[in-house]
């Protein structure tokens, strides 16, 4: 389905990826969130090495070249 639509790697939806965000910043961080705004910059792939970068109202999500692929808040 991804080559449908120009992309030559198999990628993770966005509804998965912040479903891994809200597992780290609730069960691993425990932080405490009342609301969060997302903006998908670059597809993630299968397999891709992420770090994720936050501070406490702002994160991103970036590959092993630094290349964001998600941005965001949270509240």
Known sequence: LSRLFGIKRP???GGCTIHM???IFYADLKAKLSGYDVTFCRPVYEGQTLQLL????????VDSQ??????????
């Open 11 to 13: 990628f993770i939806q």
């Open 21 to 23: 965000l809200l597992k």
């Open 54 to 61: 936050y501070d406490q109202g702002q994160f991103e999500l």
């Open 66 to 75: 630094d290349t964001l692929l998600v941005r965001g808040s949270k509240r």
